[in-house]
Nanobody
Framework: VQLQASGGGLVQAGDSLRLSCAPS????????IGWFRQAPGKEREFVAA????????YYADSVKGRFTISRDRAKNTVYLQMNTLKAEDTAVYYC??????????????????WGQGTLVTVSS
């Protein structure tokens, strides 16, 4: 199983980016897919997740209303649309796949498969 995260880059505050997570070896419809990020000198934190059952979505308070997670089953890809980016969104973004329980959707240890990360830099 491999998860390929892509779409990062250097943007200005207020701009948008769309990250993609394209797993190989698993179907996004059968796994909970989460996005996490890690800024320099900080711990990895939960950003968003989409559940395998029902496609329910969950967001960190810091991105709610600005970020949208979605999935395309036909392309076996999960997206993270990031709008109104802020300097504090600068981080390496990782996608992860797991089959944990709902109460742990925000916990990184609930995800067994991780991608290599894509860097998002937002200049102010």
């Amino acid at each position: 199983v491999q998860l390929q995260a892509s779409g990062g880059g250097l943007v200005q505050a207020g701009d948008s980016l769309r990250l993609s997570c394209a797993p190989s070896g698993l179907a996004v419809s059968n796994y909970d897919i989460g996005w996490f990020r890690q800024a320099p000198g900080k711990e990895r934190e939960f950003v968003a997740a989409i559940m395998r059952s029902g496609g329910h979505t969950y967001y960190a308070d810091s991105v709610k209303g600005r970020f949208t997670i979605s999935r395309d089953r036909a392309k076996n890809t999960v997206y993270l649309q990031m709008n109104t980016l802020k300097a504090e969104d600068t981080a390496v973004y990782y996608c992860a796949a797991g089959q944990g329980i709902l109460s742990t959707v925000r916990v990184d240890t609930s995800y067994g498969y991780w991608g290599q990360g894509t860097l998002v830099t937002v200049s102010s």
